[in-house]
Structure formats: structure tokens, C-alpha cells
């Protein structure tokens, strides 16, 4: 096991982090709701929680710099949280707050931090051409950033996935995609809806690399990135990673999941890639156990500064509407 | 009253599926294919308890790939079949927009009258819950502008069942903007105009025909969906100030009602469209223009117009306040026009 104890402890401070300002989001969302609108309350509009998904994030996240450019979809805050973006105008945004990073114009889908190149948006694989764009910039400008774009196991469906895919082999650019199979476009399996049972056998289609990563594990997810991003600098062209993993909570949250079975959810949290990220850092001897209880601590304090932050700023005034539009 | 009993009250959502079932009942050619129409019932409940009726061969849960989804709705409408394409959110219009511009719309056409397209394109529209830029849009005028469809957007549960089963029977290709708050849904914002009489039997309402939802004599307003629910909302507070409004229902615009709308500014002498769109090149300057053109010596005062200022829609509440028209607003408006 080559993976060295600083990147791991990260891994295991981002994933926690990840955590905690989902489960503080998943409460803080509810707030105002009751009975349940979807536009009433602190934080209005469609939330989607990753709560379950941070593996994929932290395993990747791990091996980029500021440089790098991250584009996520509908489902973005462990991407965000992995990438560095400012925690505090992050949370205003999704708040809707003068402070935030859009001046809480884009909401909770549409975060632009370019301090660290990152940013999402709320249409279905929407930002792998536009990495494929990001990466072409790189490479023309020849700095070694590479380029990920994180989509659900869905959007590999989408035309834009295989116009993406073939351009970026075509010029071999650094451009990775990551797949997180969390088994469900909103409702739909997986097997309902892909051809194919995994998805880094459609790299053969594109000529590139294509990784396979199961039961949402954070060593395996951080192997798997370190051999793409490595490939992707030397110039070797894009590669797909596909992660299974697993989404604890509903598409968004006020979803009924009538779709799922009977005790998944608990099947699937018993198998938790934090606890047992935790379990292998303290077994190694890395850290003990109060160590990382610490750790937890003064994580769990910048998390709840950030939420602090957000409910303390002003919303924007509301003619700031009209600004914007244009340069 | 006899007649007050015999009401059968559904909401928005019920009564479009109620449409599509009774169809689908009738014609074995009229299948539903979508992202989550199965199990999930829609995303907005458009297609809420067919999946148990009809199976999975007759509503059809397909993977995210709208080009694809569109396209072979066109295709299967060319043999003959009523498809009915779900497009979850009219803003994801965008990945799919060449089917329907330039295929969906031009097939009839460019056959010469030769291949018929007779599907339905059902897309969800429509913000104020704070859904931000990429899933709060209208945009009716997008659609409206091209030639070779029918788009049409109706307000009442009534209209929305009554218009579903023309827009299937209809050997055009028909786009079905159905709006989110009007679907009744549990978990958006209740609104009493969501839920209404729907009788039980199969009914047609016309696509391509308006409805004067309130009858006045002082100033017209002009509003399709939410906005015609403002604009009733409106005239309830004008009326007590002795100003009596017509609001018009528009339902369709494509083919436009020019002339329940031309007959109404000929007796009111005044009028406001207000719209959810975007204000410029939209409905709003599509109905003064008609109004300037064939009745401009009817009008009183300039005609005003209302929608989306032109601005993508903000996430924020007060923004997104700001931006969307209001029955507040609308009435201070009208108080203005017929104040000066």
C-alpha cells in the first residue's frame, strides 16, 4: 500500500467534512418546510445531498491543485468541498445570499468559484464538453492542469458524454470523466437504462483508458486517480473512471423513492467508506482514534462557521436582479 | 345546487394522466416514453398511475438522452403511432432542440404534406419555487417562434385533460406545456387554481382557442398559466375599486386566438399581456403587435406589456421577486394605464 499518510489523512478529513455539511444541509433544508414546499423555508429550490458519494470526490480531488479545473453537475458539494471552494460564500450561495459566490444568483446547482476552477451546473452531462474545452486550453497553453468532469452513471447516456469522449481522445487532451454509478437517474436503474453493465468498457469505443472502481472505496478511488491524472499530464490522453457508490438519500431531497427496495438504504450505509476509511487510518497507525476526534472537531467548527456565515449575510437587493446579464 | 354535487374535483396533474389513460385506452398506438414517466409517475406527476394500468411496454422509462428520446418519438410518429415524448424540464430543451426544430416542426412540411408527425411533446415549465436559471424557465416564445408545431399551455385541470386528448388526437406535432404550480402537487406551493371540475368522460377542448376566464369592460389582460391566475387575482381587487377587467386565458399559442383577443380590445379599449417568459421578442410583443396591427384605433392608452425582464432567472427569493410578474403588480399596472 503505497498511498502516503498525509494524502490519506486527507482523504479522510475531506470525506468527513463532505459529510457533516450534508447532514447539516439535510437539516438546515427542512427549516421553514413543514408541511413539506419545495420553495418555502431557508434554503428553497431542489437540493441534491452526495451524502454516501465522497469517495469519488476526495479519491480524485487528492491528486489535483488549484490548477486544475473540476466541473460537476446537479450533485456538487463533495466535489466542491474536495476542490477548495471558499466553504463560506459557498454556503451563502446555496442560501441565496449577497455574499455568496454568485451573489446568490446561481443557487445551490450553479457554484463558480474560478480561484480554484470550479464549477457545476444543473443539466445532465452539460460539463464534459466543456472540460474537454478546459483541457484543450491546457494543452495549447501547454501547462500540465488536467480537466475533470464528475457525472452520474445517467448521463453517460446523454449525446454530449460520447461527443465529449471522442474529441478529447481525438486531440488527446488530459480530460477525465468520472462516473458516479450511485445506480440511479433520479428513479431509473441503472440496468434500465445503460446498455452496458459498467461503463469504463465504453472507453474501448474512444480508443482511451478506462478504470473500474467498486464498493465505493476511497483507497481503490485514489489508486485509480493517481494512474489517470498521472496519465493525463504525461499526455497520454483522457481516461474514464467509473466508481460504484452509493447515494444514501433520495434524487433530491422530498423525493419519495418509491423505487427503491425494502432495506437498501440501511444495507447500503452499513458498508460506509468513512467509517471505514476511519477504521484503516487508525489501524495503520496513522493516527488514534482521539487524534481524529480532534481532527473532527475543528472540522466540524470551519463547517459550522460556513453555515454561520450564510445565515448571518443580507440577501441582495432585490433590483440586483437586473444586473449581470451582460459584462 | 344539483349541479355543485355532480363536480368531480381533480388537480392539474390527475387530470392531464386521466387524458393520456383515456386515450391510451382506446388507441393502441398512443405509448409514453420519458425519463422517470414510469415508476416515478413524472417528475410532475404528468403521467402519475399509468406505469400500473398500462406496463412498462406502454410507458416507457427511457435513459437521460433527450436527442434520442425525441427523435424516435418523430420516427414512430411517422409510422403511424401517437407517441407522447416527456421533456422533464422545457429548459433541457436544449439538448434536443434539432429533433424538434429541425425535424419535429419541418417534417410535414418539407414532404410536401407527404409524412405526418402526430406526437405529443410534453415539457414541464414555469418558476417561483426558487429552482433557479437552468429549471425555472417558460419559455413559451422559444417554441412559438418556430413554424411547424403546435404549442400550447393550459391553465385549468379542466383544459388540461380536455387539451391532452386533442393534442394526441392532433395529426400535428403538438407542444404540451403543462406548469409545474398548476399541477397540484404536495409538495409545492398549494394554489386553489390547481385543483378543479374535470368531468369523467373523455372531452375535447380546441387547441388554438383562448378562454375569457372573466368577463369586464375596462381593460383587457392578456396571461397564459400562472399569470393568468394573477391576473384574476388582480381583477378581484379592481373590481372592488369599480374596475372591471377581462382576463383572458390564452392556452394556445400556436395557433393563436387573435380574435377572442382583438373582440376584447375592441370593448375595453385597454390592454396588458402579461407573460412568464422573457419580455423581449415574446409573447407579449407578438400579441401588441396584432393588437397595433389590426386595433390600434380602438386603444385608449398604449398598450403595456409585462413579462421576465430580461434576465436569466436568479436563485435568490427577492430576485427571483423581483423578476416574475405579481397580481401585485399587475394591478398597479392597470391602476397606472387607466389612471393617466
Known sequence: MGIPEDKLLWMYDTMFKSRYYEETMERVYMEGKSPFNIGAGLVPGEMHLSTGQEPAAAGICAHLTDEDTVMSPHRPHHHAIAKGVDLKRMTAEIFGKESGLGKGKGGHMHLFDPAVKFSCSGIVAAGMPQAVGTALAAKKRKSDAVSVAFIGEGATNAGAFHEALNMAALWKLPFIVVVEDNNYGISVPKDVATSVETNDVRSSAYGIAGEKVTNNDPIAMYEASERTVERARAGEGPTIIEIETYRYLGHFQGDPELYREDGEVEALRKKDPIAGLKQYVIDQGFVTESELDEREDVIKSEVDQAYQFARGSEYPVSEAALEDVFV | ?340
Open chain 2, 1 to 340: 345546487m344539483e349541479t355543485a354535487k355532480k363536480e368531480r374535483m381533480l388537480t392539474g396533474n390527475k387530470a392531464m394522466a386521466e387524458g393520456i389513460a383515456q386515450e391510451m385506452e382506446q388507441n393502441d398506438d398512443v405509448f409514453v416514453l420519458g425519463e422517470d414517466v414510469g415508476k416515478y409517475g413524472g417528475i410532475f406527476g404528468s403521467t402519475e398511475g399509468l406505469l400500473d394500468k398500462f406496463g412498462p411496454d406502454r410507458i416507457m422509462d427511457t435513459p437521460i438522452s433527450e436527442s434520442a428520446i425525441v427523435g424516435s418519438a418523430i420516427g414512430a410518429a411517422t409510422e403511424g403511432m401517437r407517441p407522447i415524448a416527456e421533456l422533464m424540464f422545457t429548459d433541457f430543451f436544449g439538448v434536443c432542440m434539432d429533433q424538434i426544430y429541425n425535424h419535429m416542426a419541418k417534417i410535414h412540411y418539407m414532404s410536401g404534406g407527404n409524412v405526418k408527425v402526430p406526437m405529443v411533446l410534453t415539457t414541464a415549465v414555469g418558476g417561483e419555487y426558487n429552482d433557479a436559471a437552468q429549471h425555472s424557465q417558460t419559455l413559451y416564445a422559444t417554441f412559438a417562434h418556430l413554424p411547424g408545431m403546435k404549442v400550447v399551455a393550459p391553465t385549468t385541470p379542466y383544459d388540461l385533460k380536455g387539451m391532452m386528448i386533442s393534442a394526441i388526437r392532433d395529426d400535428n406535432p403538438v407542444v404540451f406545456m403543462f406548469h409545474k404550480t398548476l399541477q397540484g402537487l404536495g409538495w409545492m406551493d398549494p394554489l386553489e387554481a390547481s385543483v378543479g371540475n374535470v368531468p369523467e368522460d373523455a372531452y375535447t377542448v380546441p387547441l388554438g382557442k383562448a378562454n375569457v376566464a372573466r368577463e369586464g369592460s375596462d381593460v383587457t389582460i392578456v396571461g397564459i398559466q400562472m399569470m393568468t391566475v394573477y391576473a384574476l387575482e388582480a381583477a378581484e381587487r379592481l373590481a372592488e375599486e369599480g374596475i372591471e377587467a377581462e382576463v383572458i386565458d390564452l392556452r394556445s399559442l400556436v395557433p393563436l386566438d387573435k380574435e377572442t383577443i382583438l373582440n376584447s380590445v375592441r370593448k375595453t379599449h385597454n390592454i396588458l399581456v402579461v407573460d412568464e417568459d422573457y419580455l423581449s421578442y415574446g409573447m407579449t410583443s407578438e400579441i401588441s403587435a396584432v393588437v397595433a396591427e389590426e386595433a390600434l384605433y380602438d386603444l385608449d392608452t398604449p398598450i403595456k406589456r409585462m413579462a421576465i425582464p430580461d434576465v436569466p432567472i436568479p436563485y435568490s427569493r427577492p430576485l427571483e421577486q423581483h423578476v416574475v410578474p405579481s397580481a401585485e403588480k399587475i394591478y398597479k399596472q392597470v391602476k397606472d394605464m387607466l389612471d393617466s
